[in-house]
C-alpha cells in the first residue's frame, strides 16, 4: 500500500510540475542554436519508473560482478543475478556491457558571470550535455554577490531552477570579514554547502591574499568543510601578463606564457604548507602541471590531506593549440591554469593511475566564438574556459583505461566514488548499492565515439576535443531512475533536477582532533620559569 502511495505521489508531482512536453523541447531550443541550427528534439523522460538492468558487469569502485540491477521510484532495490520482474518493468539488456554509477563532475561553472559576460551553458544546457555524456550530476561554484555568500546562493538558486539533473554547491569566498565568517557558518548548517574555494588567482577580482587565505582555513577547519584552492601565483602572472604586453606577444599563447607552471608550483605548495599550518584538509582544483602534482605528492607521503583533482582538458591535451595562426582556433583552448605543453599531460595520468590524484573534474566554464573575440587584440580579455562536462566520461575511459593505465573499478573511482566520499553524498551517490540513487550508465566497451561542435550538446559553437574519436561510449543514462539518454536521445524535463545537500566532517576529517591533541602535548610548553634576583 505504502508502494501505491508513493507511486501516486510521484505521478501528482510529474503533473503538476513539469513543463508540457512541447513547453520542454521550446525552452531546450531557446537554449541556442549550432551553425544556426536548433537544437530540438528533446523527449520527455521515461515515464516507468521501474527499471531492470539484465546481464551487465556490474562495478563499483571496489568490486565487480554479474548481475542485474532493479530500480524502483529512483532507488537501487535490488542488485544480484537472475531478478525477475513483472510486465510493468522497463527492461534494458546490458549484456557484454559495464553497469556503472553516473559520473559526478566536482568542478564546473554554469551560468557563471566572468570577465564581463556570462557562461554560453546554463544550468539547463549544460546539464543536458552531462547526461548525454554519462554524468548524472555536478557540484557547481557560486561566486558571491558583491562578497555576499547568501546574496550569491539565492541568486545561483534561481540560475538552477531548470535542472534537469542533480546539482550540489561550493561557495566562493572573495573577501573576508565578520559577516562573511557567520555567512559560512550558515551556508554549511542549513544550506548543504561543505566546501568553500579561495582563488590565488584574478588579481583584482576573485584574487585573495594570504591573509585571507589563512583566516578561510581556519573558518573551514572550525566548520568541518574542505578548503579547496585555484592555485596560481596571482601577483606573479599579472608580472606576467604585464611582460608580454611589452614584448608585443597579445595573442592566445601569451596567456601560456605569462603564467607558466612554476607559478602554478609556487602557490600550490604554499597552499598546502598554510594548510599544514592549521592542520586542515586542501583541495587543489584542476592540477595542471607537474609543478603543482609534484607538490600535492610530497604532501601527500607526509601523510598530510590534499586532493588534488586534474581535468580533463589537462589529461587529454597540450597547448599546441595556443600557437594556432586562426585566432579563433587558438582562443578556444585559453583557460586558467592553462593547458600545458605537452609531457605535463602524461605525467598527470601517470599521477591519477597511481593515486597520487584522486578524482577528475572538468572546469567546465564554456564561451562561444563570438565571446572569446572579446580579447582579439589582447589576451588578457579572452575569456577563460573550456568544455568538457559532456567530454569527460569518454575521455576519461579512452585515456586512462582503454590505454591499459587504469581498471574499470579504478574509473569508477575517480569519475564517481571518490567525489561522493569527499563531499559526504557516498554511497547514496558514486555507487550501485542497494538504497543507493538511481544514477546509472550503460557504457558499452566496444562501441566509438566522436567528439563534434555539431554532435554535442553544450550551447558552445566550438568544442577543443573537436575530431577526437575513442572507444567506450555511454549508450544509456539513468538520472534518478530515468532513463535520460538512450539512442543517441535525450529524455529530459526541465526542473526535475534536485539540489543534493552535503553535509561537513567528510572522511577527510577523521583523526584530525586527535592529531591536533597530540601536536599541543608535544609542545611542552608554556614554560615556567622565575626570575633570579640580583
Not at 76 to 101: F, Q
Request: proline share 4%; with cysteine.
Amino acid at each position: 500500500m505504502s508502494s501505491q502511495l508513493i507511486s501516486l505521489a510521484s505521478l501528482l508531482l510529474l503533473l503538476f510540475t513539469f513543463p508540457s512536453q512541447s513547453e520542454s523541447d521550446n525552452l531546450f531550443c531557446d537554449a541556442g542554436t549550432v551553425h544556426g541550427e536548433p537544437k530540438c528534439g528533446i523527449k520527455s523522460s521515461s515515464s516507468s519508473s521501474k527499471i531492470l538492468i539484465k546481464g551487465g558487469t556490474v562495478v563499483n569502485a571496489h568490486h565487480q560482478e554479474i548481475a542485474d540491477v532493479y530500480v524502483e521510484d529512483g532507488i537501487i532495490v535490488a542488485v544480484h543475478p537472475n531478478i525477475k520482474v513483472g510486465d510493468d518493468v522497463t527492461v534494458l539488456d546490458a549484456t557484454g556491457k559495464y553497469v556503472m554509477p553516473g559520473g559526478i563532475d566536482p568542478h564546473t561553472h554554469l551560468a557563471m558571470e566572468f570577465m564581463g559576460t556570462e557562461t554560453i551553458d546554463d544550468f539547463f544546457s549544460g546539464q543536458a550535455a552531462a547526461l548525454a555524456g554519462g554524468t548524472t550530476m555536478h557540484i557547481d561554484f557560486i561566486i558571491p554577490v558583491d562578497g555576499s555568500l547568501t546574496a550569491g546562493f539565492e541568486a545561483y538558486k534561481k540560475k538552477a531552477k531548470n535542472s534537469c539533473m542533480d546539482y550540489g554547491f561550493h561557495m566562493a569566498i572573495t573577501k573576508w570579514n565578520e559577516v562573511v565568517s557567520e555567512e559560512m557558518e550558515v551556508m554549511v548548517k542549513e544550506k548543504g554547502i561543505n566546501s568553500f574555494k579561495f582563488f590565488m588567482a584574478y588579481k583584482g577580482s576573485f584574487m585573495i591574499n594570504d591573509d585571507l587565505l589563512l583566516e578561510g582555513l581556519k573558518r573551514c577547519k572550525s566548520l568541518g568543510a574542505l578548503a579547496m584552492v585555484h592555485a596560481e601565483n596571482g601577483d606573479a602572472v599579472f608580472e606576467g601578463q604585464k611582460r608580454m604586453i611589452e614584448l608585443g606577444i597579445t595573442g592566445p599563447e601569451g596567456h601560456a606564457l605569462s603564467r607558466p607552471p612554476l607559478l602554478e608550483g609556487e602557490a600550490t605548495s604554499r597552499a598546502i604548507r598554510l594548510a599544514k599550518f592549521v592542520n586542515t584538509p586542501l583541495y587543489v582544483v584542476h592540477v595542471m602541471s607537474i609543478d603543482a602534482m609534484e607538490e600535492i605528492s610530497k604532501a601527500r607521503k607526509s601523510g598530510q590531506r590534499v586532493i588534488g583533482e586534474p581535468v580533463v582538458s589537462g589529461l587529454a591535451l597540450d597547448d599546441s593549440w595556443l600557437w594556432a595562426s586562426d585566432f579563433l582556433t587558438a582562443a578556444k583552448y585559453v583557460m586558467s591554469p592553462p593547458i600545458r605543453a605537452s609531457g605535463h599531460d602524461k605525467a598527470l595520468q601517470a599521477a591519477l593511475a597511481t593515486g597520487v590524484l584522486q578524482l577528475v573534474g572538468t572546469d567546465h566554464c564554456t564561451f562561444n566564438s563570438t565571446q572569446k573575440t572579446y580579447g582579439i587584440d589582447d589576451f588578457r580579455k579572452i575569456p577563460n574556459g573550456v568544455n568538457g562536462i559532456e567530454e569527460r566520461m569518454h575521455l576519461v575511459w579512452d585515456t586512462m583505461v582503454e590505454t591499459g593505465r587504469i581498471s574499470v573499478t579504478d574509473y569508477v573511482r575517480i569519475t564517481s566514488t571518490e567525489c561522493a566520499r569527499i563531499f559526504n553524498i557516498y554511497p547514496r551517490k558514486g555507487a550501485i548499492l542497494v538504497g543507493s540513487d538511481a544514477d546509472i550508465i550503460i557504457l558499452n566497451p566496444n562501441s566509438s565515439f566522436e567528439i563534434t561542435a555539431t554532435s554535442h550538446h553544450s550551447r558552445s559553437d566550438t568544442n577543443v576535443y573537436e575530431g577526437r574519436r575513442g572507444k567506450g561510449k555511454v549508450e544509456v543514462t539513468i538520472a534518478g531512475g530515468r532513463i535520460v539518454w538512450e539512442n543517441d536521445e535525450l529524455k529530459i524535463v526541465p526542473g526535475s533536477g534536485k539540489y543534493i545537500e552535503m553535509l561537513p566532517f567528510s572522511y577527510l576529517y577523521d583523526g584530525i582532533e586527535k592529531a591536533d591533541a597530540k601536536y599541543f602535548s608535544s609542545l611542552k610548553a608554556p614554560v615556567k620559569r622565575f626570575t633570579s634576583t640580583a
